[in-house]
């Protein structure tokens, strides 16, 4: 089941972006939201507000791709990073195990699995041209699992 909604920022001053359609497309986005929103070394956050251009390898084209989350973060040594955020689950970061018959599960996981890592590549080289530092946290960052 999916969970998505509209998020309410309580410190909105610390919003980049339009606070009128901060949405969450899973209970997992919207509890990173609250941490960015509430946490005091979050200086300022936005969600879904740049666009990256990637070559989608499936299609063979050029897509956008709207990243999850940009993060500013005072350090503990404090420092200031800026992040660019993607949330995802875990078995979505490695490559599907090949089973016995390909299923059309399967081959549904390995297109997935590949414009991912094209979005993550493109996301790794915006970041770099801009000093960010590109992060996919999972379940096992957020304390789900």
Do not use: H
């Amino acid at each position: 089941m999916s969970y998505k909604g509209k998020y309410k920022p309580s410190f909105p001053d610390k919003y980049r972006g339009d606070i009128t359609s901060i949405i969450y497309r899973s209970l997992w986005e919207r509890k990173f939201m609250v941490y960015c929103d509430t946490n005091d070394n979050v200086l300022e956050w936005s969600s879904e507000e740049k666009i990256v251009r990637y070559y989608d390898p499936i299609s063979k084209k050029v897509r956008r791709y709207f990243p999850d989350f940009f993060i500013k973060v005072k350090e503990s040594n404090g420092s200031i990073k800026k992040y660019m955020i993607e949330i995802k689950p875990s078995k979505q970061t490695v490559p599907p195990q090949k089973p016995q018959r390909q299923t059309k599960k399967y081959i549904s996981e390995v297109y997935e699995y590949a414009k991912n890592q094209a979005k993550w590549e493109a996301a790794r080289e915006w970041c770099a041209d801009r000093g960010y530092e590109f992060k996919v946290i999972t379940e096992f960052e957020l304390g789900i699992k």
